[in-house]
Nanobody
């Protein structure tokens, strides 16, 4: 199976920065897509940023210009650099990976991490 482990969350003041990291491990042949999503209390989980195997990225409008996603295909990791944090960024952040488990297979599987809490407050 595949495991995703996130790290880097915490408490930060408005305007501050945090860096989240996620590492995928297990029976992985390749990862087609990795990304970060977040869920605030009482709200639905929403996309923050994704990065595809080829390096193309996608961001939610609310984080464009403030957050940067980066990935390392060799290490199966994805990071999220979050700058100029706002109280509305407070949420539990989850890592997601779209994984191919076997060579020669076109089947893709989606895996989620357990999440890491980000709290932006003075």
């Amino acid at each position: 199976q595949v495991q995703l482990v996130e790290s880097g969350g915490g408490l930060v003041q408005p305007g501050g920065s945090l860096r989240l990291s996620c590492t995928a491990s297990g029976s992985i042949f390749s990862i087609n897509d990795m990304g970060w999503y977040r869920q605030a209390p009482g709200k639905q989980r929403e996309l923050v940023a994704t990065i595809r195997n080829g390096g193309s990225t996608n961001y939610a409008d609310s984080v464009k210009g403030r957050f940067t996603i980066s990935g390392d295909n060799a290490r199966n990791t994805v990071d999220l650099q979050m700058n100029s944090l706002k109280p509305e960024d407070t949420a539990r952040y989850y890592c997601k990976a779209i994984v191919v488990l076997n060579a020669g297979s076109r089947n893709q599987y989606q895996y989620w991490g357990q999440g890491t809490q980000v709290t932006v407050s003075s």
